[in-house]
């Protein structure tokens, strides 16, 4: 077994669902060298996700960002985290509901998702910022 | 540490929440030759996804159903996807919630699951079609 | 690499989030003898969960169980699982929307949160009582 460890920066993002899956690819040309592991990928913030969905299609990141701008409402009413703006606690519970890290099987040195899915960045503040993201690589 | 890596084919579910507990293990007998370790189980696809919940009571299977398709409707309006029918954004965006993968605790030979709990395969698409699953199984 | 796994048990919180990051590392001492892995942590229960969100300030963890009533509500009327109680079946809801396990990576003989970051013990019954968490530690 081997493990690769790297922690990597992703430039500034608008608010909203974004396919970042050949930036993390192409951070780690370890993964050519995995002929079966796994790939964790962790982001280190409370106010941004990740998430695997369809990388074809853009109106389905749109769809995503207006569906979950519905279900957590920055007009609810019902936050007392208030402080920093209408977009700071719906972005805590938006990044606790989709998730701050993934687990995808590398097989014959990729990445082994579906054809259809991509590794998305869900930027939920505003103005986010640079994000960090850990990269752990295990495998054969 | 060992890793062994295999894909499966699940075959189709009609919409809702599934119990696939047995099939998983049943297609993985390398488990029994792991004392301590980790199970990644991975969807590749952006419709259906995982979870883990409770293996007793049908009608928590139903109550999920039923609670995701109010919390996501297909009515919602608000939706620009739609091309492939109504039942597809949503199906998207449930995938999201619910994530497509999962990672279990693997202790003397057995997925070391609560007394409660069960490994869903959440369908939701009307019609899905088979699933393809990738296991990863790693420990000592 | 090295594997470590063991069970350990979280005594009874009040229904709610709350931080359990000390509590975790605490019981784990050979994560110092770690400069690159992943600590796989799983609860083995459906009606309490897991997540990673803001450290700092509690009013983050209030609005956490508040913005949960209102999208898992008690009284939606639709839920056909009800023999235990109104906090049953949308405890079970909140764990698959939540998730019950959280991989981070772990580095220089530390878990590499980010600076915010925090774990969380959800918990969605009004009385949980213990709950049960497997430890998954591997690296080099």
């Known amino acids: 077994m081997k493990i690769y460890q790297k922690e990597i920066e992703i430039t500034q993002r608008k608010r909203g ?32 996700s990740l998430s695997i969905n369809e990388n074809a299609d853009p109106s389905v990141r749109d769809d995503l960002e207006s569906h979950f701008n519905i279900m957590v409402p920055e007009d609810g009413g019902h936050y007392l985290h208030t402080a920093e703006g209408p977009d700071d606690m719906t972005s805590h519970i938006k990044s606790s509901i989709l998730g701050c890290s993934l687990n995808i099987p590398v097989s014959d040195g990729k990445l082994n998702l579906g054809i259809w899915q991509g590794i998305y960045l869900c930027e939920h503040r505003n103005y986010g910022g640079q994000r960090n993201i850990v990269l752990t690589l295990s495998g054969i």
């Open 17 to 48: 669902f974004h396919i970042i899956t050949n930036e993390i690819s192409g951070s780690l040309p370890e993964l050519r060298s995995i002929k079966a592991g796994i790939l964790n990928i962790f982001i280190k913030h409370t106010s941004a």
